[in-house]
């Protein structure tokens, strides 16, 4: 059974950093791209980062700079790094894994993701 789960969310003062994490089970992620996406209260989904099977990356403007998404093959696990967090950063955070054969895919739309995990809830707020 494919499954993703998130964690390292929780509350952190602005300028502060967090690292998310998301395990995955079932499939690795050499064969899926990956993507970070977060939702706001009142505000629609919006995607924050992807990173491709041959390890190209992009990042919406509102985080570039400050984010960097990352994976470790042997632990099986993504990472998004967050610095500098900004109260509007406040979210609740997805990873989610798109299968795909083409090695240079990175899209945030969050459509065309597969599988997705639970969420983990990132406040920054002083």
């Known amino acids: 059974q494919l499954q993703l789960v998130e964690s390292g969310g929780g509350l952190v003062q602005p300028g502060g950093s967090l690292r998310l994490s998301c395990a995955a089970s079932?499939?690795?992620?050499?064969?899926?791209?990956i993507g970070w996406f977060r939702q706001a209260p009142g505000k629609e989904r919006e995607g924050v980062s992807c990173?491709?099977?041959?390890?190209?990356?992009n990042y919406a403007d509102s985080v570039k700079g400050r984010f960097t998404i990352s994976r470790d093959n042997a632990k099986n696990t993504v990472y998004l790094q967050m610095n500098s967090l900004k109260p509007a950063d406040t979210a609740i955070y997805y990873c989610?894994?798109?299968?795909?054969?083409?090695?240079?895919?990175?899209?945030?739309?969050?459509?065309?993701?597969?599988?997705w995990g639970p969420g983990t809830q990132v406040t920054v707020s002083s």
């Open positions: 989610a894994a798109l299968g795909t054969p083409l090695q240079a895919m990175c899209v945030m739309t969050g459509w065309a993701y597969d599988y």
């Open positions: 990173m491709s099977r041959s390890g190209s990356t």
């Open positions: 079932g499939f690795t992620w050499d064969y899926y791209a």
